[in-house]
C-alpha cells in the first residue's frame, strides 16, 4: 500500500503509528530526542513539546524534519511561543 485515505477511521491509528515507526527506525542516525519527539509528543498531525531553549526546539524540529522524508512524511507549519 502507498498511500493512506485521510479521513479514515483508521487515520489517526495509522498516522501515529507512522510517526512511531519513523522516530524508532532512524533513533540511532538523528538521536534520542528527535525520535521521542516523534514517538511521544505527536497525536495524528499535532506535535507539542516544550524545551529549555530556542536552539534546543530548532534542533529537534529540523532533526525530525530530516527523519521523515525516507518514509514519505513531511513535517511542516511548527509554531512557538518566540519569534525567533
Do not use: W
Amino acid at each position: 500500500m502507498n498511500i493512506h485515505l485521510f479521513g479514515a477511521a483508521s487515520s489517526p491509528g495509522v498516522a501515529n503509528f507512522c510517526l512511531r515507526q519513523t522516530g524508532e527506525s532512524k533513533r540511532q542516525q538523528y538521536g534520542d530526542e528527535a525520535a521521542d519527539f516523534l514517538k511521544r509528543e505527536y497525536y495524528v498531525d499535532d506535535g507539542l513539546t516544550s524545551v529549555p531553549t530556542v536552539e534546543k526546539a530548532i534542533e529537534i524540529i529540523k532533526k525530525s524534519q530530516e527523519m521523515c522524508p525516507s518514509d514519505n512524511l513531511r513535517l511542516h507549519e511548527f509554531a512557538s511561543n518566540k519569534k525567533s
